[in-house]
Protein backbone atom coordinates (compact mmCIF):
# COMPACT_ATOMS: atom_id res chain seq x y z
CA UNK A 1 0.00 0.00 0.00
CA UNK A 2 1.05 3.32 -0.97
CA UNK A 3 0.45 6.88 0.07
CA UNK A 4 -1.34 7.79 3.50
CA UNK A 5 -4.65 5.83 4.14
CA UNK A 6 -8.01 8.01 4.42
CA UNK A 7 -11.23 7.07 5.14
CA UNK A 8 -14.39 8.43 6.09
CA UNK A 9 -17.81 7.91 7.24
CA UNK A 10 -20.59 10.44 5.95
CA UNK A 11 -24.25 10.07 8.02
CA UNK A 12 -27.34 11.77 6.50
CA UNK A 13 -28.73 14.11 9.54
CA UNK A 14 -32.46 12.96 8.83
CA UNK A 15 -32.73 10.84 11.50
CA UNK A 16 -30.36 9.05 14.44
CA UNK A 17 -26.97 7.68 14.15
CA UNK A 18 -28.23 4.03 13.63
CA UNK A 19 -26.47 0.73 14.39
CA UNK A 20 -25.73 -0.24 11.11
CA UNK A 21 -24.09 3.28 10.32
CA UNK A 22 -21.98 2.91 13.75
CA UNK A 23 -20.84 -0.33 12.67
CA UNK A 24 -19.17 1.14 8.96
CA UNK A 25 -18.16 4.46 11.26
CA UNK A 26 -16.17 1.41 13.76
CA UNK A 27 -14.87 -0.44 10.73
CA UNK A 28 -13.31 2.79 8.84
CA UNK A 29 -11.83 4.08 12.15
CA UNK A 30 -10.02 1.02 12.70
CA UNK A 31 -9.44 0.42 9.24
CA UNK A 32 -7.86 4.25 8.96
CA UNK A 33 -5.75 3.49 12.83
CA UNK A 34 -4.67 0.21 12.16
CA UNK A 35 -2.63 1.57 8.77
CA UNK A 36 -1.37 4.65 10.71
CA UNK A 37 -4.07 6.68 8.42
CA UNK A 38 -6.79 9.42 8.87
CA UNK A 39 -10.60 8.94 9.24
CA UNK A 40 -12.69 12.08 8.20
CA UNK A 41 -16.24 12.77 9.23
CA UNK A 42 -18.71 14.80 6.49
CA UNK A 43 -22.46 15.53 6.98
CA UNK A 44 -24.07 14.79 4.10
CA UNK A 45 -26.71 16.99 4.38
CA UNK A 46 -28.19 18.55 0.73
CA UNK A 47 -31.49 16.96 1.84
CA UNK A 48 -32.40 19.90 2.98
CA UNK A 49 -36.24 19.06 3.47
CA UNK A 50 -35.10 16.05 5.97
CA UNK A 51 -31.49 17.18 7.39
CA UNK A 52 -32.31 19.02 11.22
CA UNK A 53 -29.83 20.22 13.40
CA UNK A 54 -31.36 17.88 16.19
CA UNK A 55 -29.71 14.74 14.13
CA UNK A 56 -26.20 16.41 13.31
CA UNK A 57 -26.32 16.87 16.97
CA UNK A 58 -27.27 13.26 17.91
CA UNK A 59 -24.63 11.95 15.51
CA UNK A 60 -21.60 13.98 17.13
CA UNK A 61 -22.89 12.79 20.48
CA UNK A 62 -22.68 9.41 19.13
CA UNK A 63 -19.19 9.56 18.08
CA UNK A 64 -18.18 10.95 20.98
CA UNK A 65 -19.76 8.29 23.33
CA UNK A 66 -18.28 5.49 20.62
CA UNK A 67 -15.07 7.19 20.77
CA UNK A 68 -14.39 7.08 17.03
CA UNK A 69 -12.58 10.59 16.86
CA UNK A 70 -11.91 12.02 13.58
CA UNK A 71 -8.53 13.52 12.15
CA UNK A 72 -11.02 16.18 10.20
CA UNK A 73 -14.83 17.26 10.41
CA UNK A 74 -17.34 17.48 10.62
CA UNK A 75 -17.29 18.49 6.46
CA UNK A 76 -21.34 19.92 5.94
CA UNK A 77 -22.27 19.57 2.01
CA UNK A 78 -24.46 22.05 2.23
CA UNK A 79 -21.56 24.88 2.62
CA UNK A 80 -19.87 22.92 -0.43
CA UNK A 81 -22.07 23.85 -2.73
CA UNK A 82 -20.22 26.27 -4.73
CA UNK A 83 -17.12 23.61 -5.25
CA UNK A 84 -19.81 21.37 -6.43
CA UNK A 85 -21.42 23.78 -8.88
CA UNK A 86 -17.60 24.75 -10.40
CA UNK A 87 -17.29 20.83 -10.71
CA UNK A 88 -20.56 21.17 -12.81
CA UNK A 89 -19.72 23.78 -15.01
CA UNK A 90 -16.13 22.37 -16.04
CA UNK A 91 -18.48 18.85 -16.74
CA UNK A 92 -20.98 20.82 -18.68
CA UNK A 93 -17.70 22.72 -20.96
CA UNK A 94 -16.20 19.38 -21.09
CA UNK A 95 -18.97 17.67 -22.73
CA UNK A 96 -19.48 14.79 -19.66
CA UNK A 97 -22.87 16.75 -18.40
CA UNK A 98 -25.52 18.13 -20.22
CA UNK A 99 -28.66 20.16 -18.85
CA UNK A 100 -32.10 18.52 -19.10
CA UNK A 101 -35.73 19.96 -19.28
CA UNK A 102 -37.23 17.17 -18.85
CA UNK A 103 -40.51 17.70 -15.98
CA UNK A 104 -41.55 15.37 -14.35
CA UNK A 105 -45.04 14.82 -16.13
CA UNK A 106 -42.81 13.75 -19.26
CA UNK A 107 -40.40 11.26 -17.63
CA UNK A 108 -43.28 9.56 -15.75
CA UNK A 109 -44.75 9.17 -19.26
CA UNK A 110 -41.69 7.64 -20.68
CA UNK A 111 -41.19 5.39 -17.78
CA UNK A 112 -44.87 4.41 -18.15
CA UNK A 113 -44.33 3.63 -21.66
CA UNK A 114 -41.30 1.30 -20.64
CA UNK A 115 -43.12 -0.67 -18.30
CA UNK A 116 -46.21 -0.89 -20.89
CA UNK A 117 -42.83 -2.89 -23.04
CA UNK A 118 -41.54 -4.50 -20.33
CA UNK A 119 -38.50 -2.85 -20.87
CA UNK A 120 -36.28 -1.46 -17.64
CA UNK A 121 -37.29 1.99 -16.64
CA UNK A 122 -34.46 4.50 -17.94
CA UNK A 123 -34.10 7.86 -19.12
CA UNK A 124 -34.49 8.10 -22.61
CA UNK A 125 -31.33 10.31 -23.28
CA UNK A 126 -33.73 12.43 -25.21
CA UNK A 127 -31.76 15.74 -24.21
CA UNK A 128 -28.23 14.42 -24.11
CA UNK A 129 -25.86 15.88 -27.00
CA UNK A 130 -24.30 13.98 -29.69
CA UNK A 131 -23.13 14.32 -33.38
CA UNK A 132 -25.58 15.22 -35.76
CA UNK A 133 -28.71 14.89 -32.88
CA UNK A 134 -31.39 17.80 -33.07
CA UNK A 135 -32.15 18.67 -29.45
CA UNK A 136 -35.90 19.85 -28.86
CA UNK A 137 -36.51 23.63 -28.28
CA UNK A 138 -35.53 24.71 -25.01
CA UNK A 139 -39.05 25.15 -23.08
CA UNK A 140 -39.76 28.43 -21.20
CA UNK A 141 -40.08 28.55 -17.45
CA UNK A 142 -38.77 25.14 -16.98
CA UNK A 143 -35.56 25.36 -14.84
CA UNK A 144 -33.29 22.14 -16.06
CA UNK A 145 -31.44 19.62 -14.48
CA UNK A 146 -28.07 18.62 -14.76
CA UNK A 147 -27.32 15.01 -15.85
CA UNK A 148 -23.95 12.96 -16.02
CA UNK A 149 -23.11 11.66 -19.55
CA UNK A 150 -22.87 7.98 -18.17
CA UNK A 151 -21.09 5.70 -21.11
CA UNK A 152 -23.74 4.03 -22.91
CA UNK A 153 -21.64 0.61 -23.40
CA UNK A 154 -19.02 -1.07 -21.65
CA UNK A 155 -18.74 -3.21 -18.02
CA UNK A 156 -17.70 -1.09 -14.89
CA UNK A 157 -15.74 -3.58 -13.01
CA UNK A 158 -14.33 -3.39 -8.72
CA UNK A 159 -12.81 -5.91 -6.74
CA UNK A 160 -14.75 -4.82 -3.87
CA UNK A 161 -12.28 -5.29 -0.31
CA UNK A 162 -15.66 -7.69 1.10
CA UNK A 163 -17.00 -9.11 -2.24
CA UNK A 164 -14.63 -9.52 -4.42
CA UNK A 165 -14.86 -8.24 -8.26
CA UNK A 166 -18.15 -6.84 -9.33
CA UNK A 167 -19.21 -6.22 -12.82
CA UNK A 168 -22.11 -4.13 -13.59
CA UNK A 169 -22.90 -3.12 -17.68
CA UNK A 170 -23.42 0.45 -18.42
CA UNK A 171 -26.80 -0.32 -20.04
CA UNK A 172 -28.32 -1.13 -16.11
CA UNK A 173 -27.92 2.37 -15.74
CA UNK A 174 -28.53 5.54 -16.94
CA UNK A 175 -27.59 9.12 -17.44
CA UNK A 176 -27.88 10.20 -13.49
CA UNK A 177 -28.91 13.89 -12.28
CA UNK A 178 -26.20 14.84 -10.82
CA UNK A 179 -27.16 18.68 -9.97
CA UNK A 180 -31.18 19.35 -9.21
CA UNK A 181 -32.97 23.00 -10.76
CA UNK A 182 -32.33 24.75 -6.91
CA UNK A 183 -28.34 24.15 -7.50
CA UNK A 184 -28.12 21.25 -4.83
CA UNK A 185 -25.95 17.91 -6.09
CA UNK A 186 -27.50 14.67 -5.49
CA UNK A 187 -25.85 12.18 -3.55
CA UNK A 188 -24.06 9.97 -6.18
CA UNK A 189 -22.28 13.15 -8.00
CA UNK A 190 -21.58 14.89 -4.51
CA UNK A 191 -20.18 12.19 -2.92
CA UNK A 192 -17.64 11.80 -5.51
CA UNK A 193 -16.49 15.07 -5.29
CA UNK A 194 -16.16 15.06 -1.76
CA UNK A 195 -14.44 11.48 -1.95
CA UNK A 196 -12.19 13.37 -4.25
CA UNK A 197 -11.36 16.60 -2.71
CA UNK A 198 -10.30 14.66 0.62
CA UNK A 199 -8.47 11.92 -1.00
CA UNK A 200 -10.42 9.06 0.32
CA UNK A 201 -8.47 6.38 -0.44
CA UNK A 202 -10.79 3.47 0.98
CA UNK A 203 -14.44 3.41 1.53
CA UNK A 204 -16.07 0.86 3.88
CA UNK A 205 -20.57 1.24 3.48
CA UNK A 206 -23.40 -0.83 3.74
CA UNK A 207 -23.88 -3.11 0.45
CA UNK A 208 -27.35 -0.96 -0.48
CA UNK A 209 -24.25 1.36 -2.21
CA UNK A 210 -23.39 -1.36 -4.28
CA UNK A 211 -25.86 -0.06 -7.24
CA UNK A 212 -25.07 3.49 -6.75
CA UNK A 213 -20.70 2.39 -7.11
CA UNK A 214 -21.22 1.97 -10.91
CA UNK A 215 -22.05 5.33 -11.19
CA UNK A 216 -19.60 6.82 -8.87
CA UNK A 217 -16.68 4.61 -10.87
CA UNK A 218 -17.61 6.57 -14.13
CA UNK A 219 -17.80 9.58 -12.48
CA UNK A 220 -14.69 9.41 -10.76
CA UNK A 221 -13.11 8.38 -14.30
CA UNK A 222 -15.12 11.53 -16.26
CA UNK A 223 -13.31 13.49 -13.52
CA UNK A 224 -10.24 12.49 -13.92
CA UNK A 225 -9.91 11.64 -10.37
CA UNK A 226 -8.07 8.75 -8.13
CA UNK A 227 -10.62 5.57 -7.36
CA UNK A 228 -10.73 4.63 -4.12
CA UNK A 229 -11.82 0.90 -3.08
CA UNK A 230 -14.82 0.20 -1.97
CA UNK A 231 -15.77 -2.04 0.65
CA UNK A 232 -19.18 -2.97 0.75
CA UNK A 233 -20.49 -4.43 4.67
CA UNK A 234 -23.52 -7.08 4.85
CA UNK A 235 -26.61 -5.48 6.32
CA UNK A 236 -27.58 -5.53 10.00
CA UNK A 237 -30.67 -7.63 10.27
CA UNK A 238 -33.29 -7.51 12.95
CA UNK A 239 -35.51 -10.38 14.88
CA UNK A 240 -37.73 -10.48 11.69
CA UNK A 241 -35.15 -11.26 9.22
CA UNK A 242 -35.44 -7.80 7.68
CA UNK A 243 -32.62 -5.07 7.49
CA UNK A 244 -32.30 -2.59 10.57
CA UNK A 245 -32.90 0.66 9.38
CA UNK A 246 -34.31 3.84 10.46
CA UNK A 247 -37.56 3.30 9.33
CA UNK A 248 -37.83 -0.18 10.47
CA UNK A 249 -36.30 -1.57 13.66
CA UNK A 250 -33.10 0.27 14.15
CA UNK A 251 -32.48 1.90 17.55
CA UNK A 252 -30.17 5.05 18.00
CA UNK A 253 -26.57 4.29 19.26
CA UNK A 254 -27.56 6.97 22.14
CA UNK A 255 -30.76 4.92 22.93
CA UNK A 256 -28.11 2.69 24.23
CA UNK A 257 -25.68 4.72 26.07
CA UNK A 258 -29.43 5.85 27.94
CA UNK A 259 -30.20 1.91 28.76
CA UNK A 260 -26.70 1.32 30.33
CA UNK A 261 -24.32 -0.29 27.80
CA UNK A 262 -21.00 0.49 27.84
CA UNK A 263 -19.25 2.26 24.37
CA UNK A 264 -16.45 -0.38 24.69
CA UNK A 265 -18.87 -3.46 24.88
CA UNK A 266 -21.13 -1.70 22.21
CA UNK A 267 -18.14 -1.84 19.87
CA UNK A 268 -16.97 -5.02 20.99
CA UNK A 269 -20.31 -6.59 19.66
CA UNK A 270 -20.77 -4.29 16.39
CA UNK A 271 -17.36 -5.39 15.36
CA UNK A 272 -18.11 -8.99 15.60
CA UNK A 273 -21.21 -8.19 13.51
CA UNK A 274 -19.32 -8.96 9.95
CA UNK A 275 -15.63 -9.40 11.08
CA UNK A 276 -14.05 -11.74 13.24
CA UNK A 277 -10.38 -12.70 14.58
CA UNK A 278 -10.44 -16.00 14.80
CA UNK A 279 -12.32 -17.34 18.01
CA UNK A 280 -11.88 -14.17 19.66
CA UNK A 281 -15.33 -12.73 21.28
CA UNK A 282 -14.28 -10.10 24.27
CA UNK A 283 -11.26 -7.86 22.80
CA UNK A 284 -10.50 -3.88 23.52
CA UNK A 285 -10.82 -1.26 20.54
CA UNK A 286 -6.54 -1.08 20.82
CA UNK A 287 -6.96 -5.02 20.08
CA UNK A 288 -9.33 -4.61 17.24
CA UNK A 289 -7.22 -1.38 15.57
CA UNK A 290 -4.36 -3.99 15.87
CA UNK A 291 -6.14 -6.75 13.99
CA UNK A 292 -8.27 -4.67 11.43
CA UNK A 293 -6.59 -4.87 7.93
CA UNK A 294 -9.68 -5.06 6.20
CA UNK A 295 -9.59 -8.74 5.82
CA UNK A 296 -12.13 -11.09 7.77
CA UNK A 297 -15.19 -9.13 6.54
CA UNK A 298 -18.04 -11.42 5.96
CA UNK A 299 -19.91 -11.67 3.01
CA UNK A 300 -23.50 -12.62 4.62
CA UNK A 301 -25.72 -10.41 6.87
CA UNK A 302 -25.31 -10.65 10.06
CA UNK A 303 -27.97 -11.03 12.52
CA UNK A 304 -28.51 -8.60 15.14
CA UNK A 305 -28.64 -10.21 19.01
CA UNK A 306 -30.37 -8.38 21.73
CA UNK A 307 -29.37 -10.96 24.31
CA UNK A 308 -25.68 -11.28 22.98
CA UNK A 309 -25.06 -7.76 23.02
CA UNK A 310 -26.38 -8.04 26.94
CA UNK A 311 -24.06 -10.69 27.27
CA UNK A 312 -21.14 -8.99 26.17
CA UNK A 313 -21.92 -6.19 27.77
CA UNK A 314 -21.74 -7.99 31.35
CA UNK A 315 -18.73 -9.22 31.07
CA UNK A 316 -17.60 -5.59 30.40
CA UNK A 317 -19.35 -4.32 33.44
CA UNK A 318 -17.37 -7.14 36.06
CA UNK A 319 -14.24 -6.10 33.96
CA UNK A 320 -14.26 -2.14 34.80
CA UNK A 321 -13.54 -0.69 37.88
CA UNK A 322 -15.44 0.37 39.93
CA UNK A 323 -14.66 3.74 40.15
CA UNK A 324 -15.36 4.15 36.40
CA UNK A 325 -18.80 2.27 36.93
CA UNK A 326 -19.49 4.68 39.71
CA UNK A 327 -20.25 8.23 37.31
CA UNK A 328 -22.40 5.82 35.44
CA UNK A 329 -24.28 4.74 38.06
CA UNK A 330 -25.02 7.67 39.55
CA UNK A 331 -26.17 9.36 36.27
CA UNK A 332 -28.60 6.70 36.24
CA UNK A 333 -29.86 7.25 39.94
CA UNK A 334 -30.17 10.43 38.79
CA UNK A 335 -32.75 9.82 36.98
CA UNK A 336 -34.74 8.32 39.83
CA UNK A 337 -34.00 11.60 41.84
CA UNK A 338 -31.56 10.01 43.55
CA UNK A 339 -28.41 11.07 44.98
CA UNK A 340 -25.66 8.94 45.51
CA UNK A 341 -22.59 8.98 48.01
CA UNK A 342 -19.27 7.83 48.69
CA UNK A 343 -20.73 4.26 49.54
CA UNK A 344 -21.44 4.03 45.54
CA UNK A 345 -17.86 2.30 44.61
CA UNK A 346 -18.05 -0.48 46.87
CA UNK A 347 -22.09 -1.20 45.89
CA UNK A 348 -20.52 -1.49 42.13
CA UNK A 349 -18.30 -3.84 43.41
CA UNK A 350 -20.71 -5.82 45.51
CA UNK A 351 -23.56 -5.85 42.66
CA UNK A 352 -21.97 -5.73 39.68
CA UNK A 353 -21.54 -9.07 38.84
CA UNK A 354 -25.46 -9.82 38.25
CA UNK A 355 -25.91 -6.80 36.22
CA UNK A 356 -25.93 -6.72 32.51
CA UNK A 357 -26.61 -2.86 32.26
CA UNK A 358 -25.55 0.57 34.61
CA UNK A 359 -29.60 0.89 34.60
CA UNK A 360 -29.44 -2.95 36.43
CA UNK A 361 -26.42 -1.59 38.79
CA UNK A 362 -28.32 1.20 39.09
CA UNK A 363 -31.66 -0.98 40.25
CA UNK A 364 -29.95 -2.54 43.19
CA UNK A 365 -27.92 0.36 44.65
CA UNK A 366 -31.41 2.32 44.71
CA UNK A 367 -32.06 0.10 47.37
CA UNK A 368 -29.24 1.98 49.31
CA UNK A 369 -30.81 5.19 48.83
CA UNK A 370 -34.61 4.78 48.44
CA UNK A 371 -37.55 3.20 50.63
CA UNK A 372 -37.82 -0.41 49.17
CA UNK A 373 -41.14 -1.89 48.82
CA UNK A 374 -41.84 -5.93 49.73
CA UNK A 375 -44.48 -7.30 48.00
CA UNK A 376 -47.71 -9.37 49.74
CA UNK A 377 -46.28 -12.39 48.08
CA UNK A 378 -42.48 -12.12 49.21
CA UNK A 379 -43.63 -10.94 52.70
CA UNK A 380 -46.15 -14.38 52.94
CA UNK A 381 -43.32 -16.93 51.49
CA UNK A 382 -40.44 -15.05 53.71
CA UNK A 383 -41.75 -13.60 56.56
CA UNK A 384 -43.19 -16.27 58.30
CA UNK A 385 -44.84 -16.46 62.34
CA UNK A 386 -41.49 -18.83 62.46
CA UNK A 387 -38.85 -16.91 61.55
CA UNK A 388 -39.69 -13.53 62.78
CA UNK A 389 -38.50 -14.14 66.43
CA UNK A 390 -34.72 -14.73 64.46
CA UNK A 391 -35.56 -11.39 62.72
CA UNK A 392 -36.46 -9.59 65.91
CA UNK A 393 -33.27 -10.88 67.80
CA UNK A 394 -31.44 -10.49 64.50
CA UNK A 395 -32.33 -6.40 65.06
CA UNK A 396 -31.40 -6.65 68.54
CA UNK A 397 -27.88 -8.14 67.94
CA UNK A 398 -27.26 -5.61 65.23
CA UNK A 399 -27.94 -2.68 67.61
CA UNK A 400 -24.74 -3.32 69.52
CA UNK A 401 -22.47 -4.35 67.19
CA UNK A 402 -19.45 -2.50 65.53
CA UNK A 403 -20.47 -1.85 62.23
CA UNK A 404 -18.49 -3.47 60.22
CA UNK A 405 -18.97 -6.81 57.61
CA UNK A 406 -16.70 -9.47 59.97
CA UNK A 407 -19.28 -8.11 63.20
CA UNK A 408 -22.42 -8.46 61.18
CA UNK A 409 -21.59 -11.70 60.69
CA UNK A 410 -20.84 -12.94 63.64
CA UNK A 411 -23.97 -11.45 65.07
CA UNK A 412 -25.92 -13.55 62.35
CA UNK A 413 -24.21 -16.52 62.65
CA UNK A 414 -25.18 -16.04 66.61
CA UNK A 415 -28.71 -15.65 65.79
CA UNK A 416 -29.05 -18.94 63.53
CA UNK A 417 -27.36 -21.59 66.80
CA UNK A 418 -29.51 -19.83 69.29
CA UNK A 419 -32.79 -20.37 66.72
CA UNK A 420 -31.20 -23.67 65.39
CA UNK A 421 -31.72 -21.92 61.46
CA UNK A 422 -30.19 -22.93 58.43
CA UNK A 423 -28.55 -19.69 56.77
CA UNK A 424 -31.38 -19.55 53.88
CA UNK A 425 -34.02 -19.29 56.67
CA UNK A 426 -32.38 -16.18 58.07
CA UNK A 427 -31.09 -14.55 54.95
CA UNK A 428 -34.20 -14.62 52.89
CA UNK A 429 -36.47 -12.83 54.89
CA UNK A 430 -33.86 -10.31 56.05
CA UNK A 431 -32.97 -9.84 52.52
CA UNK A 432 -36.35 -9.12 51.37
CA UNK A 433 -36.87 -6.49 54.07
CA UNK A 434 -34.08 -4.78 53.63
CA UNK A 435 -33.25 -5.18 49.64
CA UNK A 436 -36.84 -5.75 48.72
CA UNK A 437 -35.99 -9.07 46.95
CA UNK A 438 -34.96 -12.77 48.61
CA UNK A 439 -31.66 -12.98 46.09
CA UNK A 440 -28.58 -10.97 46.90
CA UNK A 441 -24.86 -11.23 47.46
CA UNK A 442 -23.69 -12.24 51.14
CA UNK A 443 -26.02 -10.87 53.55
CA UNK A 444 -23.07 -9.40 55.98
CA UNK A 445 -21.45 -7.76 52.70
CA UNK A 446 -25.28 -5.99 52.02
CA UNK A 447 -25.59 -5.02 55.51
CA UNK A 448 -22.64 -3.32 56.18
CA UNK A 449 -23.04 -0.68 53.09
CA UNK A 450 -26.26 0.23 54.80
CA UNK A 451 -26.24 2.25 57.72
CA UNK A 452 -27.07 0.64 61.30
CA UNK A 453 -30.14 2.95 61.26
CA UNK A 454 -31.53 1.74 57.85
CA UNK A 455 -30.68 -1.62 58.15
CA UNK A 456 -32.86 -1.81 62.15
CA UNK A 457 -35.57 0.21 60.65
CA UNK A 458 -36.69 -2.01 57.72
CA UNK A 459 -35.76 -5.20 60.04
CA UNK A 460 -38.88 -3.74 62.25
CA UNK A 461 -41.09 -3.64 59.53
CA UNK A 462 -41.55 -7.62 59.58
Not at 62 to 84: F, T
Not at 246 to 260: L, N
Not at 450 to 458: A, M
Request: aromatic content about 8%; glycine content about 6%.
Amino acid sequence: MTGKVRTRIAPSPTGFLHLGTARTALYSWAYARHHKGEFVLRIEDTDVARSTQDSTDQILASMRWLGLDYDEGPIYQMKRLARYQEVIAQMLAAGTAYHCYCTPEELEATREAQRARGEKTLYDRRWRPVPGKVLPPVPEGVPPVVRFCNPPEGDVTWTDLVKGEITINNREIDDLIILRPDGVPTYNFAVVVDDWDMAITHVFRGDEHINNTPWQINIFQALGAPLPQFGHVPVILGDDGQKLSKRRGAVSVTAYEQDGYLPEAMLNYLARLGWSHGDDELFTSEQMVSWFDGSHLSKSPAQWDAAKLAWVNAQYIKATPDATLEPLVAAQLRKRDIEADERLPAICALFKDRCETTVALAGWAAAFYADVTVTEADRAQHLTEAVRPAVAALADKLSGVPWDKASIAAAIKEVLVAHALKMPVLAMPVRVLIMGTAQTPSLDSVLSLFSRETVLKRLKEV
